[in-house]
C-alpha cells in the first residue's frame, strides 16, 4: 500500500511523507516550479528519481539523502518507491531558501553573483540526529490541532540538521561551497591517493597535481568524504588489508608491504587501532571458523 501526504510549512516550502508499505513499486510524480531546491531523505528502502523521460535515473539508497539544484529548468518530481520504502521530501523556493540565512548570506556561496546559477547535485549520509527527526514525522501521535505547529518545526530541524554536519563551530556548514568542477578535482585526489597507496604523495603535491589550493583540497574532501585526507587513507588501507588477509593469497608481512608498511611491527599497530586485534589473531579467528 502506498501512501503520500503534502504538508505546507508555509508559502513556497512543502514536506512531503512518501510511504510503500506494499509488496509492489509505488509510483509518484508531481510538478516542482523552477527555482526550487528539492531535499529528499531515505529512511528506509530505496527511491529511484527519473529524469529527461527516463533517460538518466539517480537512486536514493537508505540512511542516504539527496539535493536537487537546477535554476535554469524545472525539475518535476518523479519517484518511484520500491518495496517497504519511506522517503521525507523537503522543497523549498530559492528565494525562502535564501531568507532562512539572510543573516549570514555571505556565508552562502551559490547564492553569490559567481555561483547563484550554477546547478548543484549531492548525495549525503544521514546523521543519526536527522534520522531521529525523519522518523519521528512518520510516528506522529499528537493531538491533531498541533500537527501543523509539529511539522512545521520537524521541517525547519531537519533543515538545520542538515547544514549543522560539522562539530568544528569554525567550519563552513554550507554543502554548495563547492562547485561540480572542484569536485570533480577532490575525486581525483582519492582515486590519486588510493592507487599511490603504498606511498603516497604530501598534501602540498597533492594539491598540485589535482589543481586545487590547499585549503580547498582539505576543506572539500572532509566535505564529501567525511575525514581528513589521510584519515581517509588509513581507513581504506585498513579495509583492504582485512581483505587481503580474507583472500587467504598473502601473510601478514606480504599485506603490510603491500599498503605502505615497511616494517611489520608498524602494520601490526595499525591494524590493531582499526580493528582491536593483530593481523595474525584475525587470520587465526578466520582459519578457525572456515
Known sequence: MGSQEEIKIENDFILYLFQNDGDEMYRIQKPVNQGFIQFH??????????????NYALDLKEEKSLLFY???KELPLNLELAPHTWIVSVIISIKKFHGLFSSQAEHIPFLSEDN???KYYKENDISPSMAIVLSQLFHYNLNSFIKNLYYKGKG???LSLYFNRSEDPNAEQCPFLIDEENVLKIKKAKEIMISNM???????ELSEQVGLSLKKLKMGFKQIYGDTVYGFLFEYKMDYARQLLDSGSYNVNEVG??????????FIAAFKKKFGTTPKK??????TNV
Open 41 to 54: 531523505f531515505g529512511l528506509k528502502g530505496k527511491g529511484k528519481f527519473i529524469f529527461n523521460q527516463g
Open 70 to 72: 537546477n535554476p535554469q
Open 116 to 118: 547563484k546559477d550554477k
Open 156 to 158: 525547519y530541524e531537519l
Open 198 to 204: 603504498a606511498e603516497p604523495p604530501g598534501l602540498e
Open 257 to 266: 608491504l603491500k599498503i605502505g608498511y615497511s616494517t611489520g611491527s608498524h
Open 282 to 287: 584475525y587470520l587465526m579467528n578466520l582459519n
